[in-house]
């Protein structure tokens, strides 16, 4: 996956930022199909830090493969803020990791039960606590699946250097 700046700078910053507090990473992510991990793998090193991820793009896997609880699902659906910090907790778990990363949402183009198009959860979990940011993104599906794979990796930066500082 070619990766812009923006990209590439989150990345970094949060790959530099477990490598010297020897934190580990894992993620879960359904929009993005795995490109997260495919933009983790890319940096040299990183596997001193990433343990790996799951994509549970269907629902049902949601709660098979990330531990979020299926009665969770049931009742606020797969895409919302809830549910993205019960995947990046459940992946953090299941996959032990000092943090977790998760991304839900709707690439588009057409809206998902009543969820609009560009509607996106991210959330990252650690040891201390969970944080979840909701996007309004705009343009097509590559589009908004890039800004969601940019937002996640920011947020899990942020909530290492809060944690940690």
Known sequence: MA????????VERLVGLLLERRM???TAESLTGGMVAAVLTDVPGVS???RGGV????????AKLAGVPEELLAAVGPVHPDTAAALASGVRERLEADYGLA????????PQAGVEAGTVYVAAAGPGSVQV???QLSGDRAAVRR???QAVLE???ELVTEELD
């Open 147 to 149: 800004g969601s794979v």
């Open 103 to 110: 991304t839900t949402g709707v690439a588009g183009p057409d």
């Open 24 to 26: 580990t990473l894992a």
């Open 133 to 135: 940011r909701k996007l």
């Open 55 to 62: 994509v549970v793009y269907a629902t049902d896997l949601k």
């Open 3 to 10: 990766v812009g700046g923006g990209v590439e700078l989150a």
């Open 48 to 50: 001193a830090v990433y």
């Open 155 to 157: 947020l899990g930066a």
